[in-house]
């Protein structure tokens, strides 16, 4: 079985294609005719991305050499080659990730704008990645007795709070209040109501190679309704001491990922710069779709809430999601483009790209 097309010629009126052949070394490579090639999808990737190359350079003849052959040039050939082997690249990240998650739903990954390949040095998780010495579990031993949740003494009431969502199983409250779900202590079964941010998210994402210069983005590949659940931020969990050291060298490097968990005190940071989800991809924008709320569910200490990200209106299948950087809780949050916010701490002001009609012109 081969693993890619490389290059292809022309000679005495018979297509020749380069194979690179599974398993072996490129020292193994041979030139095969079509007729020899029984793998549509990689033929109409290789054609695809040697007309994509050549309608950016508005070039549309092929390099005539010796012995009538007919070649593709050097420049064309050797996108052709990089973009096979990204393919390769992006399609086992795509893999890998799928595999860590711990949701239904699925991650694809897509770049039909440059060769960047799968990000270096990041590590797909699920929930917090606590440093040594903070427990992001404080040992809750009990929880509801509702039968049918909520009742009179549902936890949100049991906090102070009402419930978060109402029977469509969406938000009702307001930015800025606190959502208390059920834990692993209650009575309750699975399908609480109010059993939602702990499910992950329930939509399929695709994290995606932007076309102006904000590096990666995710869009959903589904309907989302307004004041609906799509996804956590988690990271690592660190110290305000170690996030002000790390985001010293986060601002040499113009890129940080450092969210202040900042609801009752600025005790605690999380960083997803190593160790995040999806959420690690998702860019600022002036006008949002996504708002950030406190959860609190198995760890009720107030320092340290777990942070969902809800729709604030009716998104469409196919559109990016963003959310504004600047919202309460994320102010030091910075994507991994250049268009990243910078923290505060920062004196350069940043640019946005958001394009929104209302942007404020910089993310910081």
């Given at each position: ?13 018979t297509?020749?294609y ?30 695809s ?24 040039k ?37 770049n ?16 917090y ?22 009742a ?42 109010n059993?939602?941010?702990?499910k992950?998210?329930p ?15 995710v ?54 710069a ?28 107030l320092?340290?809430?777990r ?40 004196r ?17």
């Amino acid at each position: 079985m081969w693993l890619n097309l490389y290059l292809f010629l022309y000679f005495k009126g018979t297509e020749y294609y380069l194979v690179k052949w599974k398993g072996w070394p490129e020292s193994s490579n041979t030139w095969e005719p079509q007729k020899n090639l029984k793998c549509p999808l990689l033929l109409q990737n290789f054609l695809s991305d040697k007309n994509e190359y050549l309608s950016r350079v508005r070039e549309g003849k092929a390099l005539k050499v010796r012995n009538h052959v007919k070649a593709l040039k050097p420049a064309v050939a050797d996108y052709i080659v990089k973009k096979a082997k990204q393919r390769i690249a992006l399609r086992r990240w795509k893999e890998e990730l799928n595999r860590k998650k711990n949701h239904k739903a699925m991650i694809l990954v897509e770049n039909t704008v440059d060769l960047e390949g799968p990000p270096l040095d990041f590590y797909y998780i699920n929930e917090y990645k606590p440093a040594p010495g903070i427990n992001v579990i404080n040992g809750i031993t009990t929880g509801c007795e509702c039968a049918d949740c909520p009742a009179e003494k549902c936890c949100p009431k049991e906090a102070g709070f009402i419930l978060a969502y109402n029977k469509q199983k969406k938000l009702k409250i307001q930015p800025g209040l606190p959502i208390y779900e059920c834990n692993s202590f209650c009575r309750c079964g699975p399908d609480c109501p109010n059993r939602i941010v702990q499910k992950g998210t329930p939509y399929s994402l695709c994290i995606f190679r932007t076309n102006n210069g904000r590096g990666w983005g995710v869009k959903t590949l589904q309907k989302i309704k307004t004041n609906s659940f799509v996804m956590e931020y988690v990271g690592e969990v660190i110290t305000s001491e170690e996030a002000e050291r790390r985001g010293q060298l986060y601002d040499n490097q113009g890129n940080t990922y450092l969210f202040d968990l900042d609801y009752d005190s600025d005790e605690f940071t999380v960083d997803a710069a190593r160790y995040g989800n999806v959420s690690h991809f998702v860019n600022h924008s002036c006008d949002p779709n996504l708002q950030v709320f406190n959860v609190f569910i198995d760890n009720l200490d107030l320092r340290l809430p777990r942070i969902a990200l809800f729709s604030t209106r009716t998104i469409k299948a196919g559109e990016e999601l963003t959310f504004d950087y600047q919202m309460k809780g994320s102010i030091d949050l910075t994507s991994d483009s250049a268009d990243g916010l910078s923290p505060s701490r920062k004196r350069i002001r940043t640019v946005c790209k958001c394009g929104a009609v209302c942007c404020r012109g910089y993310l910081n």
